[in-house]
């Protein structure tokens, strides 16, 4: 499966943006899917998960409440719906599918697409 992000810009501490992943091949569907993001000079950390079929979300603890991950097999795509944020989410968000939404980690995930930065301005 083939993944490209989109959706990245500048906004203001407190807005929103979302981001979609668009993914080729039939299946898609079959895919548990993630959002990861690396801000300069760290490393790249989970942010978000979804399960093949949608019914169950896993999120990292610095977004819960304000992010909303979503999915539309139909379309191929996966959502990261981000509110009121913050400066420190700056960074560029990657989309990723496996197999273990419930894992938080990295190697978890066996196709990874080109990031999308994202950059929250005070």
């Known amino acids: 499966v083939q993944l490209q992000a989109y959706g990245g810009g500048l906004v203001q501490a407190g807005g929103y943006l979302r981001l979609r992943c668009a993914a080729s091949g039939r299946t898609f569907s079959t895919y548990d899917m993630g959002w990861f993001r690396q801000a300069p000079g760290k490393e790249r950390e989970f942010v978000a998960a979804i399960s093949w079929s949608g019914a169950s979300t896993y999120y990292a603890d610095s977004v819960k409440g304000r992010f909303t991950i979503s999915r539309d097999n139909a379309k191929n795509t996966v959502y990261l719906q981000m509110n009121s944020l913050k400066t420190e989410d700056t960074a560029v968000y990657y989309c990723?599918?496996?197999?273990?939404?419930?894992?938080?980690?990295?190697?978890?995930?066996?196709?990874w697409g080109q990031g999308t930065l994202v950059t929250v301005s005070s």
């Open positions: 990723a599918a496996g197999n273990s939404w419930y894992n938080p980690s990295l190697n978890a995930y066996g196709y």
